[in-house]
């Protein structure tokens, strides 16, 4: 140390300076160092240059900095000797350094001329200290040092012994902390702790730590290795079982269960979060007993687990022209689906990829909507699932149940797509608006996840409890009324019509589709059985009214039957006409159309009901009483405001001249009672039959109506006009009064319907009686003359009393002016009587 203090005597103050990365250097260390960088190479070039060869070593603060600034750098280093140094082909250099001492760098800048870092430096004179304190540390730093070397095994214990040769304090600890692995904030510390007893507290703290750090790493790597021990111990066993049971060629069932699990899960793909749940039960059940309850529940969910089709799809058929084909096959009509359908085939084919669409198909019953589905599967290639909902109640149908009981079983959308063995079936949900809800939970509820496409990517079903990705799935939905429906499950369906059929179109699915399908059914032939065309238009009217064609195809099957008798008993071809049809089928269900029995407060409306459209008859009549209304047909408590808003009409329009309304009761009554009424839409027909009771006028043969009427007689726009026409053709109507806020519904009414329909929009009730009550412009008329004949004898009346009031009160007074003399008051009076008999035709008082 004495030789340092004297050789910092001759060390320049201003020297070249290289920045080192991953190490601080210290007095007395010895250091070979590579040199790449172009400002280190410089500054040791200029350092050669000098006669002592003296270059300041300092540490970069952040290794990574590839160009550090004078930021970046340690302002605390040492002045080094270099000792030797080689020049490499690269323009690198290699160099060895001896630390000399301590120097504080007061300035660092960046000499642009020469390329390279020069400092401007002060030297830390360091003094001798012999303490008992600095003693006591130089040991116990020895001690610890010796203990970290035994710990570490990176520095050898003979080290270590050289070291307890070392008298002088200042170079025992630039010595230790040379040697000491560890990070370089906690070297500069070090080394800019100048005075010694700091240093050795520093460096002992520092030791401790790394001790007690390299004890804890040893225990976790002792831990570690135990585990490894015992693992390859178990694996060394495992496969020693293997062996000798692959050598005696027998392995029990239990493991012969779980290996062929195991491959299963290797093969089928499973992606990486339900392979780990797979390998993760495995495991469990390897542990278990083989005929426990926990490992048959156990043994259920692997099952289930491995063998849903993960990553199983079946290609589309993106072929339009074959796809509309197939369509048009099995169903006629229906265009509005079926351009869906192609829609969606053609956005398929464009994308490549597509998320499977969630269709609603809402109609009557019998009009194709699950058979189409059916069609749809075959168009484009997919596997076909169904699932009915109707009269399911229990949450669970849907999410499946929790794993916690034998005999606990997925939900029936993942038992439909395991059997489907395919990820993109179509799944057909049938009967959406037939579920109830209940204290095990609401089905609704759980469907909002699977019918999302933003959701259902990751459907979780309770008993697999891993994400399944029904994405894919092409959802198909079907539902009479969508007033059952939820709105928030609503909201997730794109929602198609299924609208009812004209007795055009049937007579073509009739004659194309259920006729050939029953013959075949019924093991009949072409040519042994004929029905021609007016007995299938007869059939429909005496034996079927519906929006569908489920009835006509269990009628035309009666026909099959009777033939398949027939021919059996030896007829070779049976022909049915409209003259023999009710041998076939017995007496006609339907005789007379509600539309012909109008009369004197009779009167047919139109009505919507969740299988389709249907005309309405409504019987209005009066009898004594007390002036109360009586209303039959299970009526809602919108339509009994109705009959009450139509009575108020026709009172306050006068009609019912001469009737007491105080000593007559009204009696409104709905045919068909058991059937459950409600809606305000029937407002239009409930006031014509009112009114017609109340003149006495009969309503017009073959004519319907449908609308909401208010107190002043507006008629308001409702809902349901296309089954509300469809219903009214098929019942035979002519005529049909409507609102005329509904034209633009019309245009859905398939034109041919429109064609043989007489349809008058109106705006209230002063158009609708005029069209339907006979004889009303001779009504009208008379009534007007009687409201003016009323008038006129009122205005007489009012006249005659203000005379009569005028002469009294003149004759009272006796004068008409206290001026007035008394006979001209009295002859103001005899004027006065004069001018009121000229007004009222010399009528008396």
């Not at 269900?589 to 009779?602: H, M, P, Q, T």
């Not at 017609?692 to 006009?721: C, D, N």
Request: aromatic share 6%; hydrophobic share 40%.
């Amino acid at each position: 140390m004495e030789e340092i203090k004297k050789t910092t005597l001759s060390l320049p103050t201003v020297v070249p300076a290289v920045a080192i990365r991953d190490v601080v250097m210290f007095p007395g260390m010895s250091l070979p160092l590579s040199v790449d960088r172009e400002k280190s190479v410089a500054a040791v070039e200029l350092a050669l240059d000098t006669s002592g060869k003296y270059i300041l070593a300092v540490s970069q603060k952040e290794a990574e900095v590839e160009n550090p600034k004078a930021s970046d750098i340690y302002h605390f280093g040492v002045i080094a000797q270099i000792t030797q140094n080689l020049k490499m082909p690269d323009g690198s250099m290699k160099i060895f350094l001896q630390g000399l001492a301590r120097a504080r760098v007061t300035k660092l800048e960046l000499n642009e001329a020469a390329g390279a870092w020069f400092a401007t430096v002060e030297y830390i004179e360091e003094e001798d200290d012999d303490s008992p304190v600095v003693q006591a540390l130089m040991r116990k730093v020895l001690d610890e040092f010796d203990h970290y070397a035994r710990v570490s095994h990176r520095i050898a214990v003979e080290g270590v012994s050289f070291l307890r040769q070392i008298n002088d304090a200042s170079k025992l600890a630039d010595t230790v902390a040379s040697n000491m692995l560890v990070k370089t904030p906690q070297r500069q510390e070090i080394l800019e702790a100048v005075h010694i007893k700091d240093r050795l507290e520093k460096i002992l703290k520092l030791i401790t730590s790394e001790v007690e750090i390299l004890g804890l790493e040893e225990k976790i790597h002792s831990k570690v290795r135990a585990q490894i021990e015992k693992n390859q111990k178990e694996y060394y066993l495992n496969e020693q079982m293997k062996a000798i049971q692959k050598e005696l060629s027998q392995k029990d069932d239990f493991q012969k269960e779980l290996d062929a699990m195991r491959t299963k899960i290797k093969k089928n793909g499973l992606p990486k979060h339900a392979k780990e749940a797979a390998e993760k039960e495995l495991d469990r059940l390897a542990k278990m007993a083989p005929f426990s309850p926990e490992a048959t529940v156990s043994r259920t969910y692997l099952d289930w687990l491995i063998n849903m089709p993960w990553n199983v799809t079946t290609e589309d058929v993106l072929d339009l022209k074959e796809a509309k084909k197939i369509l048009d096959e099995d169903h006629f009509g229906l265009e509005k689906p079926k351009e869906r359908i192609l829609e969606y085939l053609a956005v398929s084919k464009l994308t490549h990829s597509l998320r499977g669409p969630v269709l609603c198909f809402a109609g009557a019953p019998g009009v194709g909507k699950t058979s189409l589905a059916k069609s749809i599967a075959r168009a484009i290639g997919r596997k076909f699932v169904r699932m009915s909902l109707g009269g399911v109640r229990d949450e669970s149908e849907i999410r499946g149940h929790r794993r916690t009981y034998i005999g606990s079983m997925p939900g029936r959308i993942i038992q439909g797509i395991s059997k489907a063995k395919s990820s993109n079936p179509v799944f057909l949900l049938d009967e959406i608006d037939k579920m109830g809800s209940d204290w095990r939970g609401d089905p609704a509820a759980a469907l909002l996840e699977l019918l999302d496409p933003e959701q259902n990517k990751e459907f979780s079903d309770h008993f697999l409890d891993v994400p399944f990705d029904v994405s894919k799935v092409m959802f198909i939905t079907t539902a009479n009324s969508l007033s059952n429906i939820p709105r928030t499950l609503r909201d997730r369906l794109e929602i198609i019509d299924f609208d009812g059929y004209t007795e055009y179109e049937k007579h073509d699915i009739a004659d194309n589709y259920l006729l050939p399908k029953q013959m075949k059914i019924h093991g009949l032939k072409e040519g042994q059985l004929s029905v021609s065309r007016e007995a299938v238009a007869l059939l429909m009217r005496d034996y079927v009214r519906e929006a569908g064609v489920r009835n006509l195809d269990r009628e035309i099957g009666s026909l099959c039957r009777k033939a398949a008798k027939m021919i059996v008993d030896g007829a070779k071809k049976v022909t049915v006409t409209k003259e023999n049809l009710h041998e076939f089928l017995g007496v006609p269900k339907y005789s007379n159309f509600a539309a012909e029995e109008n009369g004197v407060g009779i009167a047919t409306g139109l009505a919507w009901t969740s299988v389709g459209g249907e005309t309405l008859s409504i019987e209005a009549t009066k009898l004594p009483g007390k002036g109360q209304l009586i209303l039959t047909g299970m009526l809602g408590n919108v339509m009994k405001e109705s009959v009450r808003a139509a009575l108020t009409y026709a009172r306050s329009r006068g009609y019912g001249e001469g009737l007491d309304f105080d000593k007559t009761d009204f009696h409104v009554h709905f045919p068909e009672g058991a059937v459950p009424k409600d809606g305000p839409s029937a407002g239009s027909v409930i006031t014509t039959a009112l009114t017609s009771l109340l003149t006495g006028l009969p309503v017009k043969k073959q004519l319907a109506m449908t609308g909401e009427v208010t107190i002043t007689g507006r008629v308001l726009p409702v809902g349901g006009i296309k089954e509300k026409f469809l219903a009214a053709y098929r019942e035979g109507v002519k005529t049909i009064l409507y609102p005329h806020t509904n034209e633009k519904d019309v245009s859905e009414v398939p034109q041919r319907v429109r064609q043989e329909l007489n349809l008058i929009p109106v705006k209230n009730m002063d158009e609708v009686l005029p069209l339907a009550l006979e004889g009303w412009e001779e009504f009208a008329a008379r009534l007007q003359k009687k409201i003016g004949k009323k008038k006129g004898k009122a205005a007489k009346s009012s006249v005659k009393l203000s005379a009569k009031k005028a002469v009294k009160t003149a004759v009272g007074k006796k004068a008409i002016d206290k001026k007035t003399p008394k006979a001209t008051a009295k002859r103001n009076v005899r004027s006065l009587k004069k001018a009121v008999k000229a007004k009222n035709g010399k009528r008396k008082f």
